[in-house]
């Protein structure tokens, strides 16, 4: 028998995986029903992958490229969209080059994804926490609260990472696998905002503002994309992809050029014939936002053309720390990627596989997190499977 534990996305892909293989599979979840953590990714609209060419996703998830070539090259994005489309799901790429289902929330692909496993025969279990995993003989044994307990060849543990713990991810875990020797990093908000010390005047103005196409900078990295104000600080993609490189910052500090498409020169041009301030922004198109951040910071610079357009192409802006790690979107953190072997069997526990948040990796938003749990889940599930029947 193959145990799957956690029922989030790469638990279910993992149990489905290994029935797929002539496995027989039983999924467990503390929680009282499968894909909690799959229903959330998909409050925004369900982002299943990205469109862009496979050979550029592994650059995406920052460290093991080969190791991720390889899990891409079992399960690539085309094969999650095959497998989207054998549930009746058809996807389609936005216009930015995400895939969704078309039409279909998250709950109607889960549900039809439930049912699909349950056909095939594999058993779930929910209200079982794990508490102990213990090596008898061949298999392992693993106890369960209120005094459950199941034995199994292989076991797959999907645990997920330390955000949205009320999904189940809520990172207890480590303990049960520390106990084994397994060396771990610290968890870590990924995908998250991050706190600013707004000026008051700044706060009044602009909480709840977008700032649209920008080009961001964080030491020397750069991304394009957008931030939203919020009464504590930053969120959007820009800052979310910056993330390990701003952790990585004794101080960490943000340089926005608000108007990346143009050049100062032409910016000096349009406000050549220009007097005053506001008739300067109104000719730079710049947003309220905008406004209210470069007039809130830098208000002796807004009368002077040349400061202020110094400033629009290169606005400091320091950070707080993260925010908590509850409210991240994903962790970095987890099982380091040296204590798996390349079926992703941790190598001082053998016939325990990992999948998903559990191991060591973070990518951005934009379909590389689901992309990342269905092809984790996918070799940890046939893996299992065949050394449970082979053993």
């Known amino acids: 028998m193959v145990v799957v534990v956690g029922a989030g996305p790469a638990g279910l892909r993992a149990a489905e995986a290994a029935a797929a293989d002539g496995a027989q599979v039983a999924i467990c979840d503390a929680q009282p029903s499968a894909g909690r953590k799959f229903l959330v990714a998909g409050r925004g609209g369900l982002n299943l992958t990205h469109s862009e060419p496979v050979e550029n996703f592994p650059d995406r998830y920052r460290t093991e490229p080969e190791r991720w070539r390889e899990l891409l090259a079992r399960f690539s994005p085309d094969a999650l969209r095959a497998w989207a489309e054998e549930l009746a799901v058809e996807t389609y790429v936005g216009t930015s080059r995400r ?62 990472g330390a955000s949205w713990p009320e999904t189940g991810s809520d990172g207890a875990w480590p303990t049960l696998l520390a106990a084994h020797g397994v060396e771990m990093a610290p968890f870590a908000a990924a995908n998250c905002g991050w706190n600013v010390s707004w000026p008051a005047a700044v706060l009044e103005r602009a909480e709840g503002l977008p700032l649209k196409n920008l080009d961001v900078r964080a030491a020397g990295e750069v991304v394009s994309g957008e931030l939203l104000i919020t009464r504590y600080g930053l969120e959007g993609g820009a800052i979310y992809r910056l993330g390990p490189v701003l952790r990585e910052m004794a101080r960490p500090e943000l340089r926005i050029d608000f108007k990346p498409q143009v050049t100062a020169d032409v910016l ?52 707080g720390g993260p925010r908590p790690i509850a409210e991240a979107i994903s962790t970095a953190g987890g099982v380091l990627w040296r204590e798996l072997d390349d079926q992703l069997m941790l190598r001082r526990m053998p016939g325990v596989f990992l999948a998903g948040e559990m191991i060591d990796w973070e990518a951005p938003t934009g379909g590389y997190l689901l992309q990342g749990c269905f092809s984790t889940g996918t070799r940890a599930g046939r893996a299992a499977a065949e050394y449970a029947r082979h053993l």
Do not use: H
């Open 268 to 319: 000096r041009e349009r406000a050549a014939q220009l007097r005053w301030p506001n008739e300067w922004f109104r000719a730079w198109k710049l947003s309220a936002g905008v406004v209210a951040l470069v007039q809130g910071y830098f208000p002796d610079d807004c009368v002077e053309r040349e400061k202020a357009i110094a400033r629009l192409k290169e606005f400091p802006l320091p950070l």
């Open 99 to 160: 895939v969704f289902p078309r039409g279909q929330k998250a709950a109607v692909l889960l549900r039809a994804w439930l049912q699909r496993l349950r056909s095939t025969g594999v058993e779930f279990r929910t209200g079982e926490r794990l508490l102990g995993l213990t090596r008898e003989g061949d298999s392992w044994r693993l106890d369960f609260g209120g005094g459950g307990r199941m034995i199994a060849r292989a076991v797959v543990l999907a645990l997920g």
